[in-house]
């Protein structure tokens, strides 16, 4: 059996699961406390979610990008029904999917400039929330998957799946935040990663 074979049985297995236990959740599972025998590792996601690789931005009626966020929400319930969450998550969490501590984030702008928030990417910091008294999660525990899908196609081109910490590695991030803290992503890693997902720092090997 080959690793991916291996993965998209764990994560499979998961997703039964939680598509099961959402069904009969009616606060919705999404916006609930991880759980540890549902929690997806970087790989699996990146297993399920790898087919958003090439999809169109949204557009309204009249073939225009929606604006930022229900851009972002509708790209939240892409990779929640992916993750086999059968009720998008609210907006305006921290993070995004807060069952696999998960933030997601989809840009089209022909310069990237990922923001962040209040909470810096890399800190230590454990996220004051009530949700998260028991389990003690840091900020930089956090998981974020980022899309670039850039004009003029706007089509998803590069799928991004990193922990807080791995992302100040590969990014950088400035310690200093104006109103958020931000990152930018250079013209030049964007050419070099045309096409190719991210996991964990390493180049996915993803399904011909």
């Keep these: 059996m080959t690793i991916r074979e291996s993965l998209l049985i764990s994560a499979n297995k998961k997703k039964k699961l ?12 999404a916006t609930q406390p991880p759980a ?14 790898e087919d958003l690789m090439a999809i169109d931005a949204p557009t309204d009626g009249n073939g225009r990008i929606l604006e930022v966020r229900p851009k972002g929400h509708w790209f939240e319930f892409e990779v ?4 086999g969450y059968n009720y998008p998550p ?8 807060r069952h696999q501590a998960l933030e997601i984030k ?3 702008g022909k310069n990237i400039t990922v923001d962040f928030g209040r909470y810096h990417p890399g800190s230590d910091e454990v996220i004051n929330e009530t949700w998260n008294r028991q389990l003690q999660l840091k900020v930089k525990d956090v998981r974020y998957l980022i899309a670039l899908a ?5 089509k998803v081109t590069t799928l991004i799946l990193l922990t807080g910490s791995q992302i100040v590695s590969v990014f950088g991030v400035s310690p200093k935040a104006t109103i958020k803290y931000q990152m930018g992503i250079s013209e030049k890693w964007r050419q070099e990663h045309r096409g190719k997902m991210l996991v964990g720092k390493k180049t996915w090997q993803m399904e011909e």
């Design 150 to 154: 850039p004009p003029p196609e706007f």
């Design 80 to 83: 929640a029904k992916r993750l």
């Design 36 to 49: 540890k025998e549902i929690f997806y590792s970087l790989e699996e996601i990146a297993v399920l979610t």
């Design 106 to 108: 989809h840009h089209t």
């Design 90 to 97: 609210g907006g305006g969490l921290f993070p995004d999917i």
């Design 18 to 29: 939680i598509f099961q236990t959402d069904l009969e959740d009616a606060n919705g599972l």
